[in-house]
């Protein structure tokens, strides 16, 4: 007979993180796009690092400039999922291409990449094995989300829309088995399932309507997921509606903002340019949509 499964104890976990590579440069690829951001336009704000080697993986805010209290304001955050890296570089390309457009008119706060050791790993996790975007509660221990909602807590500001930027990735398929085994638990059937296609998630059932927006824009760019049932949720459209998982980045920006959502997109079929047209078109959305509807 054998033995019940266990979830992982910390020498495991240990021994996990002694296994991964380091696959890409924080550095080169973030931090310095980052840094030659015009200083005339942005503010470039470190808000904490990783304890772990900090001088390595410090953590980088964007905010506008100039900044006007009467206009709406943006939440944009990618790389909460450090491997789902369109978000990442679909959120500097809004900073490099698209935001000095908007000054004077919208504000924006943009923390690019949440997880910077998930993307030089390519993992979802963080030192620890943790999920990050399963840590945005008080007693959430993952530092990377306990350093985001110091941050944004200490901006004191309402947020006219929050956007939180991801992937569903082919990666997904092996990083579920790794979570069904750190967990003790056996891989289920329907764990291997990909959307095809863009789809949006939002935190409440009011979010909806600005959600279709976001739908026929990005379906100009790339093609929407069809699927009548996304992660057990249902479908309206490419959008599903998660209000009942309190641990995710986009139900703590719900606290602080008047509409949240999370976008996916499968790249691994999309060419990169494509999935990271999809980013900026939903980001795009929610500006017109802040400009058009400044207070809820």
Same mark, same amino acid.
């Given at each position: ?89 679909g959120a500097l390309r809004f900073l490099e291409e698209d935001a000095a457009q908007y000054a004077d008119k919208v504000n924006f706060v943009v923390y690019p990449c949440i ?56 990666? !997904? &398929?092996?990083? /579920?088995? $790794? ?6 638990? =056996?891989? #289920?059937?329907? +764990?291997?399932? %990909? ?62 903002? !008047? &509409?949240?959502? /999370?976008? $996916? ?6 060419? =990169?340019? #494509?999935?990271? +047209?999809?980013? %900026? ?16």
């Amino acid at each position: 007979m054998t033995d019940a499964l266990k979830p992982w104890n910390t020498a495991e976990k240990e021994a996990w993180f002694a296994s991964q590579n380091i696959q890409r440069s924080y550095q080169a690829d973030v931090v310095d796009r980052l840094t030659a951001l015009p200083s005339d336009k942005f503010n470039l704000e470190p808000y904490g690092a990783l304890s772990h080697d900090p001088a390595r993986y410090p953590l980088y805010v964007v905010k506008s400039k100039p900044w006007n209290d009467a206009n709406p304001t943006i939440l944009i955050t990618g790389g909460v999922h450090g491997y789902e890296d369109t978000g990442i570089t679909g959120a500097l390309r809004f900073l490099e291409e698209d935001a000095a457009q908007y000054a004077d008119k919208v504000n924006f706060v943009v923390y690019p990449c949440i997880s910077p050791l998930g993307y030089e790993i390519n993992h979802r996790w963080n030192r620890k094995a943790e999920d990050p975007n399963r840590h945005f509660f008080a007693g959430g221990t993952a530092e990377e989300s306990l350093q985001l909602m110091s941050s944004v807590e200490s901006l004191k500001v309402h947020f006219r829309a929050a956007v939180d930027l991801h992937e569903t990735n082919q990666r !997904d &398929v092996g990083i /579920t088995a $790794e979570r069904r085994a750190r967990d003790g638990q =056996k891989f #289920e059937t329907g +764990d291997d399932f %990909i959307p095809e296609g863009f789809y949006l998630v939002v935190a409440s059932t009011s979010d909806v309507a600005l959600g279709h927006e976001v739908i026929d824009a990005v379906r100009k760019v790339t093609p929407i997921a069809a699927d009548a049932e996304i992660l057990g949720y249902k479908s309206d459209k490419g959008i599903i509606v998660i209000d009942d998982v309190k641990t995710l980045l986009q139900d703590f920006a719900r606290k602080h903002a !008047d &509409v949240s959502m /999370t976008t $996916e997109i499968y790249p691994d079929n999309t060419p =990169k340019k #494509e999935a990271e +047209d999809a980013q %900026i078109a939903t980001i795009r959305t929610v500006i017109a949509y802040a400009m058009k509807n400044p207070a809820p």
